[in-house]
């Protein structure tokens, strides 16, 4: 039995100073964490506890898939440089150095440990598929650790990998974690989205987020309430209502006006009695060649990166959305110089347009030539407006494909709030989320770079296709504090608080009392419930106020009506309080709460 007068529960009145978001204030003030430096937290016992039974049911629903391991934390730099994530990481590694002077990194994930595993020990399809996974302590010297358990330079994780023999078999690899993350998160009582997301610097193609919809979030989720659509940010699109093209003027053909001092999208529509989406925004790049050795050898201005002109076309109203463009690009942009310009557009800014300007038709076979990216909103569309490569003039009657030469279409539009959803049209909403899980197709990316070879059916060497799979363990954690909170507190899930409930007699010197709340708390336990007797010899006022601000579904207050054979039952979501006779207590709670495993 767990007696409060004998815990270490050290609840604060007042929040840490630094503390913006309300699982970092609650956490803190319900005695659940510490903290030890910026970004590092020891858990005390109530946060343990919780920690566990997360924990416990992450365990529970991957063994159903996979086979536990434990990986070592300090692995050999020479390992993330076979990888190629030594470079790619940077200061987000945690680096140090043994007595020997030999280089080690602290491990962010295990793809390189699981992927060495692999390659040493898998050598026929007949061993295959695996999905191993672990759940261990993870590294990143985050820049700005904030926001409590949100942002962290330690943290737990779950990460499982999977080996199969092809792509097939990743198919089946990746929906087995996709439902057992569903049941996870079910299961811890979240509630959550699941999003299409952007791969980024992990390489991989068909990637998802789970996410949990708060202010505290740093990300960016658009979803539509009408339909199941939800996608990051960098992937979203929505359904555009077809906007009237202008009728052409003269003999069709580009057509000069001037346009003096007038250089912005606004300026220039006002001007000519037209709509921003009868525009033509262009937006003026460069992109940094990626790295690569061979081509650099060759390049004759040795050291600087090269970099080559990518020019982008968007509707005068829309927004380039970066992410979107780098994933075209297969890498990062910056907006050109003014002597860039000039070498390109022969005119000022302000002015650029599209026409006169030979553009790659193939970005890679026509490599000295600029790249023009158009978006997709343009496409189909004619007689749009954009500048004239002159200064203070604009072009009418341009079309796309007609006057100008695109070398791709693409989407590369920021999706605002209140555009109609790409499946059902209903208006789409953008919230800020945090991603508690994130399941990613590898490919052959680290199965090729380190060299793991199996045999196929045919006796042939075939490199194993991967996936990997990650829950953040504090994640969980506050984001069921974020989504579920009050100015007193917060209440967790039974599934995954540190007790189910908390029994506090309102008065411990009157002994009828206190031993009727013993009472009451050993049958519970007995009944597989998971509680914690307030015992303290303190004011009911103070007991309650600690009740509700520690995360504990349900509270029994133990009072004067014991005599009568009852006890009040008090649900801290809902502040609701039922009479319940004591006699039916353990029915009454295997009703409302799923007992202890
Ligand atoms: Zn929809």
């Given at each position: 039995m767990h007696k409060w007068s004998e815990l270490f529960i050290p609840t604060l009145r007042e929040a840490p100073a630094d503390a913006e978001v309300a699982s970092h204030k609650f956490l803190v003030r319900a005695g659940y964490i510490r903290q030890l430096m910026a970004g590092v937290y020891s858990f005390l016992f109530l946060g343990n506890r919780s920690f566990n039974k997360i924990m416990g049911i992450v365990r529970e629903e991957m063994d159903k898939i996979g086979q536990e391991f434990f990986l070592p934390a300090l692995h050999p730099r020479e390992l993330w440089e076979a990888s190629g994530r030594f470079a790619l990481m940077g200061e987000n590694l945690f680096k140090l150095k043994d007595r020997k002077g030999a280089e080690l990194v602290l491990g962010m994930t295990e793809e390189e440990v699981m992927t060495s595993i692999a390659l040493k020990e898998l050598r026929s399809y007949k061993q295959l598929p695996q999905i191993w996974y672990q759940i261990a302590l993870k590294f990143r010297d985050e820049p700005r650790p904030k926001s409590g358990l949100l942002r962290v330079r330690q943290f737990m994780m779950k990460d499982a990998y999977s080996f199969d023999i092809d792509a097939a078999g990743l198919d089946v690899s990746y929906k087995k974690h996709y439902d057992t993350y569903c049941r996870i998160f079910d299961r811890c009582g979240l509630k959550y989205m699941v999003v299409e997301a952007d791969s980024g610097a992990m390489g991989g193609k068909e990637s998802h987020e789970f996410m949990v919809r708060t202010p505290a979030g740093e990300d960016h989720i658009v979803s539509c309430d009408g339909c199941n659509y939800a996608a990051n940010l960098e992937r979203a699109t929505s359904k555009l209502e077809t906007w009237g093209d202008l009728a052409p003027e003269g003999d069709g053909k580009p057509l000069e006006v001037h346009t003096p001092g007038q250089k912005t999208i606004e300026e220039v529509a006002r001007f000519l009695g037209v709509s921003p989406k009868n525009k033509i925004k262009t937006l003026a790049l460069m992109a940094e060649a990626p790295p690569d050795k061979k081509s650099d050898k060759k390049a004759d201005n040795a050291g600087k990166p090269r970099s080559r002109a990518i020019v982008v076309l968007m509707r005068g109203d829309h927004q380039l959305n970066e992410a979107k463009l780098n994933a075209v690009i297969g890498g990062a942009a910056r907006p050109m110089d003014e002597a860039e310009i000039k070498a390109l557009f022969k005119s000022p800014a302000g002015y650029l347009g599209p026409f006169g300007i030979e553009w790659a038709k193939d970005a890679k076979k026509d490599a000295a030539l600029p790249v023009l990216l158009v978006d997709k909103a343009l496409e189909g569309r004619s007689n749009l407006i954009a500048g004239?490569?002159?200064?203070?003039y604009h072009l009418k009657n341009l079309t796309p494909g007609k006057d100008f030469h695109p070398t791709a279409y693409a989407d590369l539009r920021a999706v605002t709030a209140g555009e109609g959803c790409p499946n059902c049209g209903n208006s789409l909403r953008i919230d800020t989320a945090v991603e508690i899980g994130h399941i990613f197709k590898l490919g052959y990316r680290y199965t090729k770079m380190m060299g793991a070879r199996v045999l196929d059916k045919n006796g042939k060497e075939v490199t194993p296709i991967m996936g990997c799979y990650g829950i953040g363990i504090e994640r969980i954690l506050t984001a069921a504090i974020e989504q579920s909170n009050d100015e007193n507190g917060f209440w967790l899930p039974p599934s995954i608080a540190p007790f189910q409930i908390v029994v506090t007699p309102v008065n411990v010197k009157d002994e009828s009392l206190l031993k009727a709340a013993t009472d009451i708390a050993t049958r519970l336990e007995a009944a597989g419930f998971d509680v914690l007797l307030d015992d303290r010899n303190e004011r009911p006022g103070v007991k309650f106020k600690d009740a509700d601000l520690v995360g504990i579904p349900f509270r029994i207050t133990v009072g004067n009506k014991v005599t009568e054979g009852t006890v009040e039952v008090v649900l801290r979501s809902t502040r609701e309080v039922r009479d319940v006779m004591i006699a039916t207590l353990v029915e009454y709670f295997q009703g409302v709460l799923p007992a202890k495993a």
């Amino acid at each position: 039995m767990h007696k409060w007068s004998e815990l270490f529960i050290p609840t604060l009145r007042e929040a840490p100073a630094d503390a913006e978001v309300a699982s970092h204030k609650f956490l803190v003030r319900a005695g659940y964490i510490r903290q030890l430096m910026a970004g590092v937290y020891s858990f005390l016992f109530l946060g343990n506890r919780s920690f566990n039974k997360i924990m416990g049911i992450v365990r529970e629903e991957m063994d159903k898939i996979g086979q536990e391991f434990f990986l070592p934390a300090l692995h050999p730099r020479e390992l993330w440089e076979a990888s190629g994530r030594f470079a790619l990481m940077g200061e987000n590694l945690f680096k140090l150095k043994d007595r020997k002077g030999a280089e080690l990194v602290l491990g962010m994930t295990e793809e390189e440990v699981m992927t060495s595993i692999a390659l040493k020990e898998l050598r026929s399809y007949k061993q295959l598929p695996q999905i191993w996974y672990q759940i261990a302590l993870k590294f990143r010297d985050e820049p700005r650790p904030k926001s409590g358990l949100l942002r962290v330079r330690q943290f737990m994780m779950k990460d499982a990998y999977s080996f199969d023999i092809d792509a097939a078999g990743l198919d089946v690899s990746y929906k087995k974690h996709y439902d057992t993350y569903c049941r996870i998160f079910d299961r811890c009582g979240l509630k959550y989205m699941v999003v299409e997301a952007d791969s980024g610097a992990m390489g991989g193609k068909e990637s998802h987020e789970f996410m949990v919809r708060t202010p505290a979030g740093e990300d960016h989720i658009v979803s539509c309430d009408g339909c199941n659509y939800a996608a990051n940010l960098e992937r979203a699109t929505s359904k555009l209502e077809t906007w009237g093209d202008l009728a052409p003027e003269g003999d069709g053909k580009p057509l000069e006006v001037h346009t003096p001092g007038q250089k912005t999208i606004e300026e220039v529509a006002r001007f000519l009695g037209v709509s921003p989406k009868n525009k033509i925004k262009t937006l003026a790049l460069m992109a940094e060649a990626p790295p690569d050795k061979k081509s650099d050898k060759k390049a004759d201005n040795a050291g600087k990166p090269r970099s080559r002109a990518i020019v982008v076309l968007m509707r005068g109203d829309h927004q380039l959305n970066e992410a979107k463009l780098n994933a075209v690009i297969g890498g990062a942009a910056r907006p050109m110089d003014e002597a860039e310009i000039k070498a390109l557009f022969k005119s000022p800014a302000g002015y650029l347009g599209p026409f006169g300007i030979e553009w790659a038709k193939d970005a890679k076979k026509d490599a000295a030539l600029p790249v023009l990216l158009v978006d997709k909103a343009l496409e189909g569309r004619s007689n749009l407006i954009a500048g004239a490569n002159k200064e203070d003039y604009h072009l009418k009657n341009l079309t796309p494909g007609k006057d100008f030469h695109p070398t791709a279409y693409a989407d590369l539009r920021a999706v605002t709030a209140g555009e109609g959803c790409p499946n059902c049209g209903n208006s789409l909403r953008i919230d800020t989320a945090v991603e508690i899980g994130h399941i990613f197709k590898l490919g052959y990316r680290y199965t090729k770079m380190m060299g793991a070879r199996v045999l196929d059916k045919n006796g042939k060497e075939v490199t194993p296709i991967m996936g990997c799979y990650g829950i953040g363990i504090e994640r969980i954690l506050t984001a069921a504090i974020e989504q579920s909170n009050d100015e007193n507190g917060f209440w967790l899930p039974p599934s995954i608080a540190p007790f189910q409930i908390v029994v506090t007699p309102v008065n411990v010197k009157d002994e009828s009392l206190l031993k009727a709340a013993t009472d009451i708390a050993t049958r519970l336990e007995a009944a597989g419930f998971d509680v914690l007797l307030d015992d303290r010899n303190e004011r009911p006022g103070v007991k309650f106020k600690d009740a509700d601000l520690v995360g504990i579904p349900f509270r029994i207050t133990v009072g004067n009506k014991v005599t009568e054979g009852t006890v009040e039952v008090v649900l801290r979501s809902t502040r609701e309080v039922r009479d319940v006779m004591i006699a039916t207590l353990v029915e009454y709670f295997q009703g409302v709460l799923p007992a202890k495993a």
